[in-house]
């Protein structure tokens, strides 16, 4: 399938009105069933409200980042925020489920890298994914992700209208060192050195 070129731009307060339709629709629920991978069967409830976006839209060293089609419509998201001078964490990653697997998820995260290491000079993005998650983390790790080991905790007192659906839901942690390559297909610096002198 062709993959659909996007731009991209920071999302701003007024903006959060419309990402978070879209965060829902990937996330959970009957729409997000249309997609590949969703929590619908994990969680009921808001993924998060307009309030929670705005939040991040405006916190410190954060952004949420949108991801537009041709005719200006909005196909795809994320956030990511600045943990330390070297790590980023990455998250809230929808595209329109109508809109799947076409290539879109992986434009974005690739925006997301770049934008990461070039705003703040991040050497690593850092992302938890609920560990039943298992086609999404393989997609993740054909991505250059790595499970680090470390668990955490699912934040249960943020679903206050929403209940989990599986017991034991929690965390893994996956990160990626970021190289210097900009396109989807990125290799730490020091491979890419190597790559180099073998050429030459
Ligand atoms: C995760 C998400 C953003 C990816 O977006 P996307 O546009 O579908 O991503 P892409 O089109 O780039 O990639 C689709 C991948 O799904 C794979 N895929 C398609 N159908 C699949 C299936 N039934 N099972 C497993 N993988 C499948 C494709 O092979 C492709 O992987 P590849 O590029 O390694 O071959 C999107 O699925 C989404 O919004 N999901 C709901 C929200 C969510 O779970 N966010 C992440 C939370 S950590």
């Known amino acids: 399938m062709a993959t659909a070129a996007l731009q991209f731009r920071v999302a701003t307060p007024e903006d959060a009105a419309i990402i978070q339709p879209l965060v829902q629709s990937a996330y959970r629920g009957e729409s997000s069933r249309q997609g590949w991978t969703t929590e619908a069967d994990l969680l009921t409830g808001d993924r998060i ?30 956030e990511v925020l600045k943990l330390n001078s070297d790590v980023a964490y990455f998250g809230m990653f929808a595209v329109d489920p109508r809109r799947q697997a076409g290539g879109l998820g992986r434009q974005v995260l690739a925006h997301a890298e770049d934008y990461c290491r070039k705003q703040w000079g991040i050497k690593k993005m850092e992302m938890s994914v609920i560990w039943t998650r298992k086609e999404l983390i393989a997609w993740y790790m054909r991505r250059g992700y790595k499970k680090t080991g470390e668990e955490r905790p699912f934040p249960h007192h943020e679903l206050p209208e929403g209940a989990a659906l599986q017991e034991d839901l929690h965390f893994e942690v996956l990160e990626k060192e970021l190289g210097v390559h900009t396109g989807t297909v990125q290799m730490p610096e020091r491979v890419l050195e190597q790559a180099v002198a073998v050429a030459a």
């Open 49 to 78: 409200d307009v309030q929670g976006i705005t939040e991040k839209i405006t916190k410190p060293n954060s952004a949420v980042l949108m991801a537009t089609d041709a005719r200006g419509v909005l196909v795809g998201c994320c």
